[in-house]
């Protein structure tokens, strides 16, 4: 089983940006799909941005496109999500998932393992 460790988040002025990294341990996360998720209070947890183990191809949600970039680097088992023009409404904990599925998913319920989530704060 793997392990998930988030960092990189904190407080930032909107317009401004953030690296969230996510350190993988116990396996390797070239046998996993990858995902970042967010939940805000009083929100249900949504599916931000996940990329594919075999491919590399990636989801974003329809709110951070163009604005978001998710990466993974299998060498150093760590997946980045690089955040950019941060806005209010991006405010909420970011929790990095690993998915050992055979089929690509950005569906919640579908990962496996989680990490305890890192705090990201926009102000306006």
């Known amino acids: 089983q793997v392990q998930l460790v988030e960092s990189g988040g904190g407080l930032v002025q909107a317009g401004g940006s953030l690296r969230l990294s996510c350190a993988a341990s116990?396996?390797?996360?070239?046998?996993?799909?990858m995902g970042w998720f967010r939940q805000a209070p009083g929100k249900e947890r949504e599916a931000v941005a996940a990329?594919?183990?075999?491919?590399?191809?990636?989801y974003y949600t329809d709110s951070v496109k163009g604005r978001f970039t998710i990466s993974r680097d299998n060498a150093k088992n760590t997946v980045y999500l690089q955040m950019n023009s941060l806005k209010p409404e991006d405010t909420a904990v970011y929790y990095c998932?690993?998915?050992?599925?055979?089929?690509?998913?950005?569906?919640?319920?579908?990962?496996?393992?989680w990490g305890q989530g890192t705090q990201v704060t926009v102000s306006s």
């Open positions: 116990g396996r390797t996360i070239s046998n996993y799909h």
């Open positions: 990329i594919s183990r075999s491919d590399g191809t990636a």
């Open positions: 998932a690993a998915d050992q599925g055979a089929r690509f998913s950005w569906a919640t319920w579908r990962y496996d393992y």
